[in-house]
């Protein structure tokens, strides 16, 4: 069955969309993550979509971050056999939450105002929580915004994640690691991408990050522990070059049913839903 141009332009747009929205909702980074979040009113971590990444996401207040005894806070953590026991840096580093007041946290040496610190926990959004520096074992604590509410994403599952929301399935066809996506979208120069292709870009060695193409010379990546998903522009000193994934999303879309396609090509969601 043919797929017609136009729902391939629809899924791109997709594609971009879903991208650019968890800039938006201000989606965080850990290693593992496939858009799992902490839902307010379940009190669940709820799974991110995709079966393939073995391990688990999971919310945790009591563990104790190092020798100093500090508790982790209102913060996600992974635990994957091939990646280690990782936490969520909360987005540190990122402007939009780095003039938040810290959160004060009990401690073994009492010295916290119990009072001040339940008052925080009922509206922990509002502040920075202590946590690990995206190693559980690095030693070094930072504070992060709390993950309530927040999905998390690796560099891979971002790009899958999207790719799943657009196709609606994630059994259509989806890509898991970096590889995958070498194999089933065809390289081209950095220069050439459009909206909705895939980047390939550098760390510390080939192959090791990915993101999407969004247009006006601009990528959306989940870029790390300390800023999480962000938007900026295509630098070629970590971009390396590009996969075009027209062949990949027209045979993903021989899977879409047909309610599914006359959706595509209707409308795209509303922004910040």
């Known amino acids: 069955m043919s797929i017609p141009n136009e729902v391939i332009e629809a899924l791109r747009q997709h594609v971009v969309w879903h991208a650019a929205n968890q800039v938006i909702q201000g989606a965080h980074y850990l290693k593992g993550g496939f858009g799992n979040f902490f839902d307010l009113q379940s009190n669940l971590m709820t799974t991110g979509v995709l079966p393939q990444r073995t391990g688990s996401v999971h919310m945790n207040g ?10 982790m806070c209102f913060a996600a953590e992974s635990d994957v056999p091939t990646l280690g026991h990782r936490a969520c840096g909360g987005r540190c580093e990122n402007l939009a939450v780095s003039g938040l007041p810290h959160a004060d946290s009990p401690s073994a040496r ?69 590889p995958s996506w070498r ?12 909206p909705g292709d895939v980047l390939y870009g550098y760390r510390i060695a080939h192959d090791r990050h990915i993101g999407i193409c969004v247009g006006q010379g601009e990528v ?15 630098c070629a000193r970590q971009w390396e070059d590009a996969g075009r994934t ?13 309610e599914q396609r006359e959706a595509l090509e209707s409308a795209l969601p509303v922004a910040g839903s």
């Open 62 to 71: 009591n563990r104790l971050v190092n020798q100093h005894q500090v508790p």
């Open 110 to 178: 009492g010295r916290v105002d119990v009072i001040q610190f339940a008052d925080s926990c009922r509206s922990p959004t509002r502040f920075l929580w202590p946590r690990p520096r995206d190693e559980f074992d690095s030693g070094e604590v930072v504070h992060g915004e709390c993950c309530l509410g927040k999905r998390h994403f690796d560099c891979e599952g971002f790009v899958c994640w999207c790719f799943w929301m657009a196709l609606g399935s994630p059994t259509a066809g989806l890509q898991v690691g970096i």
């Open 183 to 194: 194999r089933q979208a065809r390289t081209i120069p950095l220069s050439q991408a459009i």
């Open 220 to 234: 959306v990546h989940a870029g790390g522990w300390n800023i999480g998903v962000v938007q900026e522009p295509i």
């Open 246 to 258: 027209t062949t990949f999303l027209r045979a993903a879309g021989r899977l879409i049913t047909p």
